[in-house]
């Protein structure tokens, strides 16, 4: 009990400090069409921002529909030949990768995966006896199986906002969501998404770029993510030099949690901080995360591809120009595709591939679809 209570007074107390930081509110742009100066000066300071009410109920019900549907189809666990609905698993249906987890575990913590950049490994409560030996806890690449995401990832306000930080020839990063069950969802370890630019003379505080989040449910202190304010500008963090100088704790004292309703985007540095806890709660997350990076922060670097799981290839690439081309279609593609599902709105002009003509039939968009998570861009 004595821990329990531990646990609800950490959450409390960071759940007032992150109402503190006045950097939640609507989506406002200035007279000129930029970003509100007050929203730009809180991301600079903090790193983060909740951006509250951006998604309407036909955009949620939509994202809903189609991820019930994409979740029906999944396995009941790792290797399970049956689907949630407990029909055979159609191993020609088209999914996104997977990515599994024991329930409550820290899959990335303390390992060599991602580049290391997980370096400690999270508190892992023991799970319900009933809990399946697997969850899913990351899907990657949802644009050939969910229309919704394809088409909220332009949504025109948010592609203006990437643009306020990143500048009009942003590159996009990739495509995911975070599932985050009740008493089944694992906990991400404190990390700092770049493993690239650290060490380089140009470093920025917005050299790896920023995420989008949106929300699929209310999210809590138990279930959200959280995010040290600010340490996107104060370059690589010693993240085993923070938890011994807090006791061997995980529980980093100057943390916040990101608290959004349902239908808020947040844009989150991807420098900054950040991690989540197990979700032993009765309440689900569901994120949809996507991201973009400036274009000199991209074009003529090598990576060592990061790998989520051990299966993943290894290997380096090289943006160069053409690739980066590449990969900005599908921003092109996602504006078209939500141009003809929401005629009504204006859609947002990016410039790199404003002149390109892509198809709008859906045999055909799905054709440049196929399989072009492989060419996901990580720094």
């Known amino acids: 009990m004595a821990m329990k209570q531990n646990t609800d007074d950490y959450f409390a107390a960071g759940a007032e400090r992150a109402r503190a930081l006045g950097n939640r509110g609507p989506l406002r742009f200035d007279a000129d069409g930029r970003l509100a100066a007050e929203i730009r000066e809180a991301i600079h300071d903090t790193g ?21 549907a994409l979740l029906a189809r999944t396995p009941r666990t790792e290797g399970a030949q049956t689907d949630r609905l407990g029909r055979p698993v159609d191993s ?44 899913i806890f990351l899907m990657l690449g949802l644009f050939e199986s969910m229309d919704s995401a394809l088409h909220l990832s332009a949504h025109p306000d948010v592609l203006r906002v990437a643009e306020a930080i990143c500048g009009p020839d942003f ?29 380089s003379p140009t470093w920025h505080p917005i050299s790896h770029g920023v995420n989008f989040m949106a929300q699929l449910h209310r999210t809590t202190p138990a ?45 989150q540095n991807r420098q900054c901080v950040h991690g989540s806890f197990a979700n032993a709660s009765p309440d689900p997350r569901i994120s949809f995360v996507w991201g973009f990076f400036p274009r000199n922060a991209v074009e003529g670097v090598e990576v060592e591809m990061p790998r989520p ?53 859906d045999g055909a968009r799905r054709a440049v679809l196929r399989g072009y998570a492989r060419g996901t861009i990580f720094i």
């Open 171 to 199: 590159v996009p990063y990739n495509d995911s969501i975070f599932l985050k069950e009740p008493g089944l969802g694992a906990s991400i370890a404190w990390h700092q998404d770049g493993t690239t630019h650290w060490e």
């Open 48 to 68: 983060f921002y909740v951006f509250e009410g951006v998604l309407d109920d036909t955009e949620l019900a939509e994202l809903d529909a189609d991820l019930d």
């Open 309 to 361: 799981a051990k299966d993943a290839p290894a290997g380096r690439r090289r943006y160069d120009a053409k690739v980066i081309a590449e990969r900005a279609r599908l921003v092109q593609l996602a504006i078209a595709a939500r141009r003809a599902h929401r005629p009504e709105e204006t859609p947002y002009h990016y410039e790199p591939t404003a002149d390109l003509a892509l198809p709008l039939e």
């Open 92 to 135: 020609a249906a088209q999914l996104p990768q997977l990515l599994w987890a024991r329930p409550l575990a820290d899959p990335w913590g303390g390992t060599e995966l991602l580049n290391g950049r997980h370096p400690v490994r999270m508190e892992e409560p023991v799970a319900d006896a009933a809990a399946p030996e697997s969850a």
């Open 223 to 267: 279930n959200a993510l959280w995010t040290v304010p600010g340490t996107h500008r104060h370059g690589r963090v010693d993240l085993r030099a923070r938890v011994a100088a807090n006791g061997g704790s995980t529980r980093l004292p100057d943390a916040v949690p990101m608290l959004c309703e349902r239908g808020d985007v947040a844009v």
